[in-house]
């Protein structure tokens, strides 16, 4: 029997050190389903021994979901598609429903979520339709007023790679959640 001694057992819980994310030093939201998002107006605790990341305290995780959802709808680059399943995701639809809906065959999103194939242009804009018709979300609404009167401004305000972007939540001092499609911090 081997007898092992653990000469650096430490309890994190025991150094705990509160850290609050900000726009210059955000907290890496890796629960979101999406690689890129980043939040700012939390805190968080590691462990003042490893480092490691012990507690997050994430308030209106909801609200915040929809306002990712949102940024992802209201961007001018085009969707990725973690985003797509992200949103597909968010309304609660099954892949096969969701494919059905949008006239897709199950293999096509499936290519289309996982990044093997692109969207092509106007999928990305007929799913961002879709979102803000079926989710209904009030932040959206603004968008559909927007689309309604200026409908060829916004249709060709979609352009670019989206690369180096991120999503980027701020939880603002009126206790709201703001996200935007935004730079990749340096
Ligand atoms: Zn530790």
Sequence with gaps: MVNTVKTHEHNCNESLREIKATPDARYHFRDSGLPNVYLAGIRY???GVCKKIVKVEIP???ELMGAIASAIVTKTSPMAG????FLRKRLGIKATDFAAMIDASPEQLSRWENGHNALSGS??????????????DERLRALMEKVK???????TSIHGAGANECIFAERLHNQKWRAEAAPVAA
């Design 45 to 47: 605790f590691v462990c």
């Design 60 to 62: 209106a995780i909801e």
């Design 82 to 85: 973690v985003e797509v399943q």
């Design 123 to 136: 999928m990305d804009r007929y799913i961002r339709i879709a979102y803000t018709f079926i989710s209904r």
């Design 149 to 155: 009167h200026q409908f060829v401004q916004w249709s």
